[in-house]
């Protein structure tokens, strides 16, 4: 369904929510670029109507590139606040996850003091999702299909604060060094790791902290585990499921998890898409990830 001409709020996410450009056109979502930084030279993550080679992307971290990733402009969320403002819409602002990165309380901040000095009629919402790539994504469809059901500004937001810990984030990855170079994972641990093939499985905790939960022999092994996660805690009736996968240059796994969902569960509400370099300069290559809701909080 496309997006209501009556809709009075707009909603704003970071492009570390990694939705597709059609889905952010369907349920007419504005995005905050975040930014990577290679060779000195800095990319925003997105830019709308361009896309970014992440294929191109992940050749350049498996020949040795460093990336680093730098949080959303101040100077960008105030002209998405502005243009909302200015065109007489509310905003609710769904946030990456504030315990991966210092975005959203660098950009709530900034938005709730140009709304209280410079807008204080129009009404602004910010909701730290505790989410990340498609997990903040599918947080985000998620609240746009209640704003397209008619929802208030405050019941979206509202909902989003209740049923954030709901959303299930799960992850493996291919190459320990990345977690390693990142700080969540010891030089000797990944050495080691590495050379046992051993494959971590890890999820996003209730406070957004991605925190190690078993660890495996082998890469299908660990793709098995992500599925496991998935026969064993996602909402009822698991057939209505809304299931999104996220990967760093790896599309055959991420469309062999999907059709095991697919196959077992009958799930038909499938969204596969990159992962985005800000989140893939953490985990690199071969990261996949599963995300979905659950009856139970994290």
Same mark, same amino acid.
């Given at each position: 369904? =496309?997006?209501?001409? @009556? &809709?009075? #709020?707009?909603?704003?996410?970071? =492009?570390?929510? @990694? ?14 670029? /975040?930014?990577? &930084? ?19 992307? #992940? ?17 960008? +969320? ?19 996850? %504030? +315990? ?42 998620? +609240? ?73 022999? %082998? ?9 496991? =996660? ?15 996968? =996220?990967?760093?240059?790896? &599309? ?11 196959? @077992? ?7 596969? @898409? ?13 990261? /996949? ?10």
């Amino acid at each position: 369904m =496309s997006a209501s001409e @009556n &809709i009075v #709020y707009d909603i704003i996410t970071d =492009s570390s929510a @990694n939705l597709p450009d059609g889905m952010i056109t369907e349920y007419d979502l504005k995005i905050l670029p /975040l930014e990577f &930084i290679v060779d000195g030279v800095a990319y925003r993550s997105y830019t709308e109507g361009l896309a970014t080679d992440n294929k191109q992307f #992940y050749e350049m971290m498996r020949q040795g590139k460093v990336v680093k990733t730098s949080q959303a402009s101040p100077h960008d +969320a105030e002209a998405l606040l502005r243009a909302s403002f200015d065109a007489g819409r509310d905003v609710l602002y769904l946030g990456f996850d %504030s +315990a991966l990165s210092a975005t959203y309380e660098a950009i709530s901040a900034h938005m709730t003091n140009l709304q209280q000095e410079h807008y204080p009629a129009r009404a602004l919402r910010c909701v730290d999702t505790l989410a990340a790539a498609l997990g903040q994504g599918l947080f985000a469809v998620q +609240a746009a299909k209640r704003r397209q059901a008619g929802a208030s500004l405050d019941e979206v937001a509202d909902w989003a604060l209740a049923e954030r810990l709901r959303f299930a984030h799960w992850f493996t990855v291919d190459d320990l060094h990345y977690l390693q170079r990142g700080g969540r994972l010891s030089k000797g641990a990944a050495f080691a790791g590495t050379l046992l093939n051993i494959k971590p499985v890890l999820h996003v905790d209730e406070v957004g902290r991605l925190v190690p939960v078993s660890k495996v022999r %082998s890469r299908k092994k660990s793709i098995l585990a992500l599925y496991e =996660s998935f026969k064993e805690t996602a909402a009822q009736p698991v057939c209505e499921q809304s299931v999104y996968l =996220s990967h760093g240059d790896c &599309i055959e796994d991420a469309e062999y998890l999907a059709e095991l969902i697919r196959e @077992n569960h009958g799930v038909t509400d499938l969204v596969i @898409n990159d992962l985005d370099p800000v989140i893939g300069a953490h985990s690199g290559p071969g990261t /996949l990830a599963l995300f979905f809701t659950t009856d139970a909080v994290r």
